[in-house]
């Protein structure tokens, strides 16, 4: 059964048919993709939300689809993806995110993914979760430090030429050991409730 996490502001579910529209829309848009190689059109994007939907329904977890909970309204998605063999520093689970651009600068994706990493060592009990961005990607890396994240290296994404522009990749990592265990990250004290559906 799929899990929900509540946090203050967000929910962080499955997928809704609702939330493909404007997931094609923020997929779309050149400023939320502005480090990616390319936007999605919205087959390429609906084929994503699909993927995302199908995880959660196998293993329960996954890139929850994000809402705000003051207004039932899709932002994104934030969440925990595992990759079994395509980095050199696999097998890994990340955390990631992505929100639409009008939700940018409000905290949210630091609250989805403190929420996550609390699933992460305290419901999975995972040892590492890891995260990863461009280098030129100032505000994910400024998340990832929020998240008391450290850097432990740099590596070049395999899925692009090694001479593409966003090829240049910078990994983050946070041990379990490391993790404080009352949601208390840079001030950012909040109730997280974890629940199957």
Known sequence: ????????????????????PAFAKMNADPEVMHHFPQCLNTRQSNALADKFYQLI?????????????CSRQFIGFTGLHYQ??????????????????????????????????????QHLNLAEVVSFTAVNNIKSQA?????????????????????????????????QADFPGNHDVHGLSQSIHIAQV
């Open 1 to 20: 059964m799929p899990i929900e996490i509540e946090t203050t502001r967000l929910l962080l579910r499955q997928w809704h048919p609702s939330d493909y």
């Open 57 to 69: 329904e196998e293993q329960s977890w996954g890139f929850w689809a994000l809402e705000l909970k």
């Open 84 to 121: 079994p063999q395509q980095f050199s520093f696999s097998p890994c689970t990340e955390v990631g995110w992505r929100l639409a651009q009008a939700y940018w600068g409000k905290g949210y994706a630091t609250e989805a993914a403190l929420a996550c990493l609390v699933f992460a060592f």
């Open 143 to 175: 998340v990832m430090q929020r998240l008391n994240m450290n850097i432990v290296g740099y590596f070049d994404h395999p899925a692009l030429d090694r001479h593409h522009a966003l090829a240049p990749h910078i990994l983050y990592s946070l041990k």
